[in-house]
């Protein structure tokens, strides 16, 4: 069972910086894919940014250039750079871990965390 202990987050006026982090309690798959996602309230849950084993990452269109994902596989972390962060980036934000298990994935989820850009 894998864990994951988000921290960051908190109210940020808009164009500053935020900065979220998520501890993972151990892979125990060499391929893995280590994500943020967020959830607006009304709205769906979305990705905002991941990152594989490998280090490819990838961003959703509205925080590309804004935002930056990073992992640090010998602590197995993975963080989340917020800048120029505008209101539409409020929104409840999770980190999501998929690792590769067989022929299938396992997928855990961390706990919430809620960023609030005031304009």
């Known amino acids: 069972q894998l864990k994951l202990v988000v921290s960051g987050g908190g109210l940020v006026q808009a164009g500053g910086s935020l900065r979220l982090s998520c501890g993972t309690s151990?892979?125990?798959?060499?391929?893995?894919?280590l994500g943020w996602y967020r959830q607006a309230p009304g709205k769906l849950r979305e990705l905002v940014a991941d990152?594989?084993?490998?280090?490819?990452?990838n961003y959703a269109d509205s925080v590309k250039g804004r935002f930056t994902i990073s992992g640090d596989n010998t602590k197995n972390t993975v963080s989340l750079q917020m800048n120029s962060l505008k209101p539409e980036d409020t929104a409840v934000y999770y980190c999501?871990?998929?690792?590769?298990?067989?022929?299938?994935?396992?997928?855990?989820w961390g706990q919430g965390t809620q960023v609030t850009v005031s304009s």
């Open positions: 990152i594989t084993h490998a280090g490819t990452t």
């Open positions: 151990g892979i125990i798959s060499s391929i893995y894919i």
């Open positions: 999501n871990a998929r690792l590769r298990y067989g022929s299938g994935w396992i997928e855990y």
